[in-house]
């Protein structure tokens, strides 16, 4: 099965127009929430709300939504954000300017016992800044959108969030108080940082990012030396609002490469992994990559040809040291577009051509897949495939398509002053960061 045939610039475009519809059809037009997975009572996603947020502009400029509609969705959504409880109690929808991971669908307000969530928090921000940067124009409505995506923003407490420690907890619940997690090693936290730093009213102090890029792991895998993070999807993440080309921090200068550079060779070593294959799983190979956070055919342990296999759930899968039970993730591979596009592109046409994972034409790529396990019987893959879409693995798929075509949203961001304090309190320097920004793009509480 591990041909290719490469992705055109027409198939980018389906998939992208595809997957968008994710975000037309999976949300209550009542408060904007979006599904986070296409199960059966099933709640919202805070972080899949942001990545709708961010993509409502991709979906005007096109065509894939009316503005007059992304006005209204935003609008919906931002309003709902807005005046929707905060406080401590264990129903409400968030606390601190941060907000529980998932919400009811209906009410919005706390859904499993989950956490309240710094970094789905962020993704969720880092959404409604993006329509501050993308809807300027003169209208009550837009100019509603501007006033709220900051009064978000200025609301989160981020300082609180350190739960008197250097650096940024996982969470809180209101039954047992803060995580012990905190975001410490590279991952997808770098987004977090950066807003956090920038904070008018509530900011992170500075060593904060400092003690952070000191639990870093500056690692060689398979030929290439980067800092390290297993999951695809945590070199991903942040790059889909920033455009960290050209611009370092203190630990990427002496380095002497960038955060982009740093993912196009976490890319290359998804490859490379896949192609040595050292498990040995079924069709593992030059075009067939792609570990990350996605779900997967378990939990079940099966005899196949005589090895005894492992199968997980949802799970952080990564390289090289796993967890890796055969189980690939066709929007992780997307993801990394704008990176590499010369092992990209082959990748997603054998996705698509080879592998046939969109052939329903619903959404655009099946969440995961794994070609070592057999999948129920009479499926018509003949291996496990995901029954479901997730939210959060939609955004990525249509914004960093249009990155890689267009540059939208690291235009757009590179507008936000927010994300521009961010990344200058953090220590970058060069690249766009040292053009002049716009003087009319200041916070307005500063």
Known sequence: MNRAQSASQADLEALQRETFDYFLKEVNPANGLILDKTAENWPASIAATGLALASYPVGVERGFMTRKLATERTLTTLRFFWNSPQGPEADSTGYRGFYYHFLDMQTGRRAWACELSTIDSAFLLAGALTARAYFTGASPDEGEIRDLADALYLRADWAWAQNGGRTVTHGWRPESGFIAYRWEGYDEALLLYVLGLASPTHPLPRDSYDAWLSTYRWEQCYGYDYVYSGSLFTHQLSHVWIDFRGIQDAFMRDKGIDYFENS???TYV????????????????EHCWGLTASEGPGPATLKLDG???SFFDYLGRGVPYGPDDGTLAPWAIVASLPFAP?????????CIHQAKLKEARAYGFKASFNPTHPGEPGNPFGWWVSPWHFGLNKGPIVLMIENYNSGMLWELM????????????????????????????LPRDA
């Open 264 to 266: 196009r060779r976490a």
């Open 270 to 285: 998804q490859q490379r992994y896949a192609i040595e294959n050292p498990r040995k799983f079924v069709d593992y190979g």
């Open 307 to 309: 090895v005894e296999r």
């Open 342 to 350: 010369e092992i990209v592109l082959p990748s997603i046409g054998f």
């Open 414 to 441: 590179r507008g936000c002053s927010y994300i521009r304090e961010g990344l200058l309190k953090a220590g970058f320097t060069g690249g766009w960061l040292a053009e002049n920004g716009d003087p009319n793009d």
